[in-house]
């Protein structure tokens, strides 16, 4: 059995969603979003609002299986703060039989519109 957990960071929500053998199973949509994040500062507080909406999915999915000890991070902005906090999470309430997290982080392929200053082109720069 292949499972995984997939977190899509969109700029006012994320999408978090159980996936077993390519199906998803369970999904949620937790209401913190890049912007949010942003406006916390990117701190402790901003890193704990956002794996609160992994944590309760990962508790219902412990009600009826063992949790996924590998989450793919598809978001458009901050991946890497974002994975090293998804990471650092303490998971100690759920059984992992000792594995720890591994977050891969992937791009995604329609980035907002707020990322490119409201334009649809690629941003160049001539000098």
Known sequence: M???LVI???DRETAIAYVVDGHSIVSHVHPVGI???EIE???KEAASKFIDGVMYTLE???LHDRIPTHFTLVTPAHATWLGEALESASYTQFYTDGAPVSVTLKGIQDVPLSYA???QTILSFKV
Do not use: E, L, Q
Request: glycine share 6%; net charge positive; charged share 10%.
């Open 2 to 4: 292949n499972s995984h």
């Open 8 to 10: 899509t960071v969109a």
């Open 35 to 37: 912007k949010h994040i």
């Open 41 to 43: 500062g990117m701190n």
């Open 60 to 62: 219902f999915i412990s």
């Open 117 to 119: 200053r409201h334009s």
